[in-house]
Each structure stands twice: as C-alpha cells, then as structure tokens.
Nanobody
Framework: QVQLVESGGDSVAAGGSLRLSCVAS????????MGWFRQAPGSGREKVAS????????HYVDSVKGRFTISRDNSKGTVQLLMNDLTPEDTAMYYC?????????????????WGQGTQVTVSS
C-alpha cells in the first residue's frame, strides 16, 4: 500500500513561486501515473497536472500551462510541482495522487492513492 505525503505549501504573494513535493512510502511509484490535484473551498477537486510512470508524458490543466511544471524522480520516490507566477486563483489545498498504472487515465476516480494535502495561499 503506497502512502503519499505532500509538503511545500505556504502563503505567498501574487507573482511568487512555490515547489510542492510528494514523497511515497510503502511501495514504489516506478510504474505509477502520478498527479497533482487542488481543491478550493466550495469547489470540486480539479486535476492540475499529471505525469506518466516513465515521466515522458505530462498533462496540465489550461489555467496552469506555462506556469506549473510537474516532474518525478522514481529513484527517490518523489514527485514535484513547481509553481511560478502564482495568482490568488491558485489558492487551494493541493493533493498528490497515484494510479496503479503507468499511463494516466483521466478522472479523479482513476487514482488509487491520495495524500492528505498541503495548503497553498496566494495573496493579491
């Protein structure tokens, strides 16, 4: 059973940057699609980015393209989300998630493991 722990959330001013990290334990993420989701108060959970097991295929929601970068280090069991040029609209709880497959299947229900989340707050 894979456990995921996120870190790196903070309060920053608009235009700032943050790097979120997700560390996996209890199993390898080598062959697992990994994703970052976010959920703002009163809103549904939104996928921000995903990366295939080999790291060759990435996908981003339109609102973060060009600003966010997802990456992974399978040898360390980590996945990161670099967030640049943050806006107040990026304020949310950010979650790391994993699928039991290398290629990423769409939809939150496709993810088998979830972390507890890390809070990102962006002030204007």
């Amino acid at each position: 059973q894979v456990q995921l722990v996120e870190s790196g959330g903070d309060s920053v001013a608009a235009g700032g940057s943050l790097r979120l990290s997700c560390v996996a334990s209890g199993g390898s993420i080598l062959d697992k699609c990994m994703g970052w989701f976010r959920q703002a108060p009163g809103s549904g959970r939104e996928k921000v980015a995903s990366i295939s097991g080999g790291g060759t295929v990435t996908h981003y929601v339109d609102s973060v393209k060009g600003r966010f970068t997802i990456s992974r280090d399978n040898s360390k069991g980590t996945v990161q989300l670099l967030m640049n040029d943050l806006t107040p609209e990026d304020t949310a709880m950010y979650y790391c998630a994993a699928q039991d497959r290398s290629w990423c299947k769409a939809g939150p229900s496709s993810y088998d493991y979830w972390g507890q989340g890390t809070q990102v707050t962006v002030s204007s």
